[in-house]
Nanobody, 122 residues
Framework: QVQLVESGGGSVQPGDSLRLSCAGP????????VGWFRQAPGKERLGVSC????????FYADSVKGRFTISRDNAKNTVYLQMNSLKAEDTAVYYC???????????????WGQGTQVTVSS
């Protein structure tokens, strides 16, 4: 069981940016990758983006392509999700998890942290 900790959420206006962080011991050394998911009120949890730890390849959901960027800092054992041009529909609790990842998609996890709330509203 790998416990990751999310942070960096907040309340912003449409068009603003936020950077989420996902930290955990040895996060960069995992066999699979690290993925970001989000869950809006009353909706299922969906994959947003992931980064394959071995290849560095990434995946983005169509809804965030061109606006979100996933990256990592191995020295800090942290994976980031830079979110630009935020929209009201990006409002959700964001979670990160160790999951299989390739450019075609991302797997799911059974282990979830507390998540971090992102609210986009004018």
């Amino acid at each position: 069981q790998v416990q990751l900790v999310e942070s960096g959420g907040g309340s912003v206006q449409p068009g603003d940016s936020l950077r989420l962080s996902c930290a955990g011991p040895g996060i960069s050394a995992k066999v699979y990758g690290v993925g970001w998911f989000r869950q809006a009120p009353g909706k299922e949890r969906l994959g947003v983006s992931c980064l394959n730890s071995a290849s560095g390849l990434t995946f983005y959901a169509d809804s965030v392509k061109g606006r979100f960027t996933i990256s990592r800092d191995n020295a800090k054992n942290t994976v980031y999700l830079q979110m630009n041009s935020l929209k009201a529909e990006d409002t959700a609790v964001y979670y990160c998890a160790v999951v299989p990842c390739d450019p075609q998609g991302m797997g799911v996890s059974r282990d979830w942290g507390q998540g971090t709330q992102v609210t986009v509203s004018s």
